[in-house]
């Protein structure tokens, strides 16, 4: 069993690398494709008002600028926009939509 190595500073290069791939921010990929599918599954009137921000386990998560754009996703129109993004992506990729209020 090798001993374990010192942790101490490392190149930022590195830390900007890491962190872009474990938050799934790869260009092309990952978080990209999602967020590009939601956007495309919504009205253009829209998107501007209810922008994708996080994607973990399924879950995407969309924040709005207002209760009403929020009572409107939630209640009535956020399940067809999944739907059309998942058909966007080709497979089921989005499970759930949570809504947020902007702060």
Avoid at 3 to 28: A, Q, W
Avoid at 37 to 63: K, S, Y
Wanted: charged share 30%.
């Amino acid at each position: 069993m090798e001993p374990r190595k010192k942790r101490g500073p490392s190149p930022i290069d590195e830390l900007i690398k890491s962190f872009v791939r474990d938050h799934g921010l790869r260009s092309g990929g990952g978080y990209t494709q999602v967020f590009r599918a939601w956007n495309e599954a919504l009205p253009a009137p829209l998107r501007p008002h209810a922008q994708p921000v996080r994607f973990r386990g399924g879950e995407l998560t969309v924040e709005v600028d207002s209760a009403t754009h929020m009572q409107e996703l939630k209640n009535f129109t956020g399940e067809s926009y999944r739907k059309k993004a998942n058909d966007r992506l080709g497979k089921d990729t989005i499970r759930r939509v949570g809504f947020k209020l902007r702060g």
